[in-house]
């Protein structure tokens, strides 16, 4: 069965120090993987996309990576803030396909 | 643009009762979604329009959700019966055509919250 897999346990890290999330699916081949963040009570807010010919994007303190081998992509913030805090979910479109597909999401905590 | 409009924001209503929650996108985009969150479940995907179209339903958990999109402009996801596991947050969300600079990211609403009594 399709499955997209994100870091199980909650992240709390010191302002300053760079957050790594994971990423892990079985059983898609995706053509785009999309990384969003929600704050409680919103909805989610597209943050970065990555075409599964890309191996590497950044956007100001965010860096995502994309291994189609490894099936795994690993979302970076570095320089956290606390207003960094948030949680973070990533989602897979397969080729040809309009559906957006998410993970559980990864809640992050950066402590002043 | 106002992004994508829900409502109601809440909802609380008893077990048996009709719910319909109401979507709006955002002027020019063609596909719109209707997903929902629960801590269990995560974020669910339920249907899916294509230029008015549902292309597919097959997250709708049974017979007793619907969804229409009579024009591009207004979408609704009605449940008749409501159950207590009904319970979730229910958002929408809509995305331009691909093409160009474009690549479907989807803009969500703000959800409507349900609690079935």
């Known amino acids: 069965s399709q499955k997209i897999e994100q870091n199980s346990e909650a992240l709390n890290i010191q302002e300053g120090k760079t957050a790594t999330l994971t990423c892990n699916y079985t059983?898609?081949?995706?053509?785009?993987l999309q990384w969003y963040r929600q704050d409680p009570g919103r909805g989610p807010v597209f943050l970065l996309l990555i075409r599964e010919n890309e191996k590497e994007k950044r956007k100001e303190r965010l860096k995502v990576t994309f291994d189609t081998t490894l099936k795994q992509s690993l979302f970076h913030i570095t320089a956290s803030q606390p207003a960094d805090s948030a949680t973070y979910l990533c989602?897979?479109?397969?080729?040809?396909?309009?559906?957006?597909?998410f993970g559980a999401g990864t809640t992050v905590t950066v402590r002043a | 643009d106002a992004g994508v409009i829900q409502s109601p924001r809440h909802e609380v209503t008893e077990m048996g009762q009709e719910v319909t929650l109401r979507c709006k996108p955002i002027s020019g985009h063609n596909s719109l979604f209707w997903y929902r969150q629960t801590m269990m479940r995560g974020l669910e995907l339920l249907i899916y329009?294509?230029?008015?179209?549902?292309?597919?339903d097959s997250g709708m958990p049974e017979d007793r959700f619907s969804a229409k999109m009579p024009n591009a402009s207004f979408s609704t996801l009605k449940i008749q019966p409501s159950e207590p596991r009904d319970s979730a947050v229910y958002f929408c969300a809509s995305s331009a055509p691909k093409g160009g600079a474009n690549t479907g990211e989807l803009f969500f609403g703000e959800g409507s919250r349900l609690t079935v009594l």
């Open positions: 329009f294509n230029n008015n179209v549902p292309i597919d």
């Open positions: 059983n898609y081949s995706p053509a785009y």
């Open positions: 989602a897979l479109e397969e080729a040809f396909d309009y559906k957006l597909s």
